[in-house]
Antibody, heavy 120, light 111 residues
Framework: EVQLVESGGGLVQPGGSLRLSCAASGFTFSSYSMNWVRQAPGKGLEWVSYISSSSSTIYYADSVKGRFTISRDNAKNSLYLQMNSLRAEDTAVYYC?????????????WGQGTMVTVSS | QSVLTQPPSVSGAPGQRVTISCTGSSSNIGAGYDVHWYQQLPGTAPKLLIYGNSNRPSGVPDRFSGSKSGTSASLAISGLQAEDEADYYCQSYDSSLSGSVFGGGTKLTVL
């Protein structure tokens, strides 16, 4: 079964750090670009970051640029998001999502999400 | 404020047809980038519903259809069913932002 499972969320104080992980299974992880998408409580979806299959291309939303770092380990079938200098507005469910092979920028597989709460 | 604009809510009776619009600009939809649509049922992760403007992934009923014209796109749902009650999001790529952008989402209520 094709699956993405996020972990690493939790409660963190403003200014703190957190590292999210996304474990992939059921497909050839190294062949796909990946993304992080977040959803604040009661709000819509917000794309956060993109990484190509070989890690050669990386993009960030302006709202997280300079604070978040996306990375991947194809040998471990894992995607990561290092989040530093966290703010209250970063509070959200964070999803990892796979880029569809058939068309650019469509996300065909999503994880169940992991909740990040930034609060003192 | 989202880069792509959707109506906050739409509603329809069972069996009816509803459409959800998604309006962008010359740096995203109008630039020729594809539009994709997602369905998010309460408490669950989003699910890809339409990709590449009008294509359905395997398993998505043909009651769902998508179209694109100029700087806008639309999702149509015909033969409304109670299980269609969900939030729907459009998505495209924006060249000025160098990344994906989503609409604000539309809540569909089946009356």
């Amino acid at each position: 079964e094709v699956q993405l499972v996020e972990s690493g969320g939790g409660l963190v104080q403003p200014g703190g750090s957190l590292r999210l992980s996304c474990a992939a299974s059921g497909f050839t992880f190294s062949s796909y670009s990946m993304n992080w998408v977040r959803q604040a409580p009661g709000k819509g979806l917000e794309w956060v970051s993109y990484i190509s299959s070989s890690s050669s291309t990386i993009y960030y939303a302006d709202s997280v640029k300079g604070r978040f770092t996306i990375s991947r380990d194809n040998a471990k079938n894992s995607l990561y998001l290092q989040m530093n200098s966290l703010r209250a507005e970063d509070t959200a469910v964070y999803y990892c999502a796979r880029d569809a092979a058939v068309v650019m920028d469509a996300f065909d597989i999503w994880g169940q999400g992991t909740m990040v709460t930034v609060s003192s | 404020q989202s880069v792509l604009t959707q109506p906050p809510s739409v509603s329809g009776a069972p069996g009816q047809r509803v459409t959800i619009s998604c309006t962008g600009s010359s740096s995203n939809i109008g630039a020729g980038y594809d539009v994709h649509w997602y369905q998010q049922l309460p408490g669950t992760a989003p699910k890809l519903l339409i990709y590449g403007n009008s294509n359905r992934p395997s398993g998505v009923p043909d009651r769902f259809s998508g179209s694109k014209s100029g700087t806008s796109a639309s999702l149509a749902i015909s033969g409304l069913q109670a299980e269609d009650e969900a939030d729907y999001y459009c998505q495209s790529y924006d060249s000025s932002l160098s990344g994906s952008v989503f609409g604000g989402g539309t809540k569909l209520t089946v009356l």
